[in-house]
């Protein structure tokens, strides 16, 4: 089975402070991905990765920046946390597919309140 | 652009009652769909898709999806509820056409199934 895991379930910051988010997958997958889900609204894709060091924007990506260095790990950063980016945070990957999209895999999430 | 929209926030159902959670779609070529579901603080588990062939797809847990092309839909089906179907439905597509920056899926904003004793 497909693993993702997501550093911490739970997370309290304070305003300004730079926060990690990180995401391992183990099973050798190209892309990953990081979501945001709000009552109402869904998920919505902050940034995802088809590659090591490589990224690409999503929907939302104001505020955030990530990182991949080696190919199981993905972290989001948030540079200066502000109260709207109170969320929680899904981090998924999947194979990469020619011609469409493959199934993705989520980790449990990390809720984070920014106070 | 691509877009899901999902009618219904909350659908509730009696136990052992067939159940339908909708999802309707829009975007450019033939779409692959998805039904993810999401039980308290856990995160999305994949249920199943549609990629081509059958319309009717069958997945996890004995839910199914039908494909209607000309309806653009692909609504979710059991034919009977139980209560630990209880959970957030997510429906989500993307076009079948790849190229770097798409490989991405777009979610609706999800539907509350309560199944009720």
């Known amino acids: 089975d497909v693993k993702v895991t997501q550093s911490s379930r739970y997370l309290v910051k304070r305003t300004g402070e730079k926060v990690f988010l990180e995401c391992v997958q183990d099973?050798?997958?190209?892309?990953m991905f990081w979501y945001r889900q709000d009552p109402g609204l869904g998920l919505r894709l902050i940034y995802f990765?088809?590659?090591?060091?490589?990224?690409e924007k999503g929907d939302i990506p104001e505020g955030y920046s990530v990182s991949r260095e080696k190919k199981e790990r993905f972290s989001l950063i948030l540079e200066s946390a502000s109260t709207n980016q109170t969320s929680m945070y899904l981090c998924?990957?999947?194979?990469?597919?020619?011609?469409?999209?493959?199934?993705?895999?989520f980790g449990p999430g990390t809720r984070l309140t920014v106070l | 652009a691509q877009s899901v929209a999902q009618p219904e926030d909350q659908v509730n159902v009696a136990e052992g009652n067939p159940l339908t959670v909708k999802c309707t779609y829009s975007?450019?070529?033939?779409?692959?769909l998805f039904w993810y579901v999401q039980y308290p603080n856990r995160g999305l588990q994949f249920l199943l898709k549609?990629?081509?062939?059958?319309?009717l797809v069958k997945g996890s847990y004995g839910f199914e999806a039908e494909f209607n092309k000309s309806q653009t839909s692909f609504h979710l089906k059991k034919p009977s509820a139980l209560v630990s179907d209880s959970a957030l439905y997510f429906c989500?597509?993307?076009?079948?056409?790849?190229?770097?920056?798409?490989?991405?899926?777009?979610f609706g904003t999800g539907t509350r199934l309560t199944i009720i004793p």
């Open positions: 989500a597509v993307s076009p079948d056409i790849s190229n770097f920056g798409n490989e991405k899926l777009t």
């Open positions: 990765s088809y590659d090591v060091k490589m990224k």
């Open positions: 998924a990957s999947s194979l990469f597919t020619a011609g469409g999209v493959d199934t993705q895999y």
């Open positions: 975007v450019s070529g033939n779409p692959y």
């Open positions: 549609y990629i081509t062939g059958d319309n």
């Open positions: 099973m050798d997958h190209e892309n």
